[in-house]
């Protein structure tokens, strides 16, 4: 009988990730100057079982606006099996709305979408391969229409508030936000910074005492261009 293949486990600024893809993804975070929480809360559902989201981020734009600051679950999947996408849907805005009687008062409606206690979540899988920085939001690069598994999609909005539409991270003075697939949704934040980002995470190496090279930025949180061509390279 084979033995599973399990994730490597890996200390990280502080954290044991419970693989190389989630110290990857923490790495994209230093990169944009992001503060986040790994593992911060477990959470009942509904039908008694435990779900436990990998990150928990600050939003502060969404579909390429600022928004009212709302803390953003952000799960890491390699492979999407049942067990996990039920809890997903389960926990996340994913289907929030199938069944609610739209002909209700607006009041009405709103305490039945409340009462279900859905939370915002994101569904991210490998570390996209971006190149430059329209790739950002490019669905080749992002896959936010491919399927996971059980109707499941990364950098979606589906589980973040319902709406089957692509979302893609972006960051602006150490603020976290998400873009929208459409030309006008795309305004917000510093796509290159992000872009610079995306190819930090992918090139971090953790064996034999590796310390991953996180993208320059200053006091702001702005990204030192030069700085961060002279360690990866150029990019459009």
Known sequence: MSEIIKPIETIYHGYRFRSRLEARWAVFFDSLGVKYEYEPEGFRLPDGSMYLPDFRVMCH????GDCEPFPLYIEVKGNMDEASAKKIKAFS???????INWDLPDDEIETLIKSQNRQSLMIVGDIPEISDAQ???DDRYMGC???????????NYETIDGDH????????????????HEGHYLSWGD??????AYIAARRARFEHGERPQIVPMDYRGRIQLLKAQDIFGAIA
């Open 135 to 137: 790739d950002i939001y």
């Open 93 to 99: 805005w994913y289907n929030a709305y199938e069944g």
């Open 191 to 196: 796509h290159i910074h992000t872009a610079y």
């Open 61 to 64: 734009a969404s579909r390429g």
């Open 145 to 155: 229409y491919d399927n996971l598994g059980f109707h499941l999609h990364p950098f």
């Open 165 to 180: 539409f692509g979302a893609f991270p972006s960051v602006w003075e150490r603020k976290f936000g998400l873009l929208g």
